[in-house]
């Protein structure tokens, strides 16, 4: 069986590159993500940790903020590089729990679930740890990731992700209660019968959990909302974004 850093490295390669915006960049909470985080920068400068194709960055960009970069795949920052404006970003590639980054931001964020492509709690807890150590006092690390409960946790769960006339694209995913790992595929299958294979895997935490890897790093629970639209996190909520703060 594959480790999950062989996984992500297919997940996160080429071919996911060059089809990433158009599964992830135009996403319904965009409009609602970048205005939140502008609101958190208050035009301090901004780190996003997993930038990809620019989709929350760029958008940063054009507000006016300075907006830094760090990602662990060379096929998703020549993608941005490639865009208007994403060479300003000055991504470095790297591992975004040790890779540090030159300056000192109000903002950090990770979104879209990326913190749980760390597929350790140490790889996690040193996330916490990067994002503090990037962060003047008063910053904020932002993170967006699913909330584990119900059926996200179900082992072989699959839905369809997209309907074209000449493919179907499905994803499947198995989780271990005991190691709190999950396996993921998207895999599109084409009238011809061919399949393409995208795997990945991950590492989810309660919120309960990711509190505590924020006070190992010296960070403190601000606020947790169910989306960037912030409204109230409920045990019924999918997802969370939580927002904490360098004392």
């Known amino acids: 069986m594959a480790d999950a850093a ?21 996403l319904p909470d965009t409009h609602d993500a970048v205005n939140c ?13 997993g930038i990809g194709t620019g989709r929350l960055a760029l958008p940063l960009v054009e507000k006016g903020l300075t907006v830094r970069g760090l990602d662990n795949s060379p096929s998703m920052i020549e993608q941005l590089n490639a865009k208007p404006r994403g060479p300003e970003t000055q991504t470095v590639q790297g591992d975004f729990a040790t890779t540090r980054v030159d300056g000192e931001f109000g903002l950090v964020f990770i979104s879209r679930h990326a913190l749980f492509a760390l597929t350790s709690q140490d790889e996690q807890v040193r996330c916490f740890e990067n994002a503090a150590a990037h962060l003047v006092t008063g910053g904020v690390f ?22 074209e006339t000449d493919s179907v694209t499905l994803f499947v995913s198995a989780a271990n209660p005991l190691t709190q790992q ?66």
């Open 37 to 49: 985080l502008a609101d958190l920068a208050a035009g301090r400068p901004v780190l996003e940790f």
């Open 182 to 247: 999950m396996r993921m595929c998207h895999f599109t299958i084409a009238a011809d019968g061919t399949a393409k294979l995208r795997p990945a895997a991950s590492r989810y935490a309660w919120p309960a959990e990711l509190d505590l890897m924020a006070r190992i790093a010296g960070l403190r629970l601000r606020d947790r909302w169910a989306g960037w639209d912030r409204r109230p996190f409920t045990a019924e909520s999918p997802q969370h974004v939580s927002v904490y703060e360098k004392a």
């Open 142 to 163: 932002a993170i967006e990731v699913m909330s584990p409960h119900g059926t996200a946790l179900e082992n072989g769960r699959a839905w369809t992700t997209g309907v």
């Open 6 to 26: 062989t996984l992500n490295a297919a997940s996160y390669g080429p071919e996911w590159a060059a089809r990433w915006d158009a599964e992830f960049g135009d």
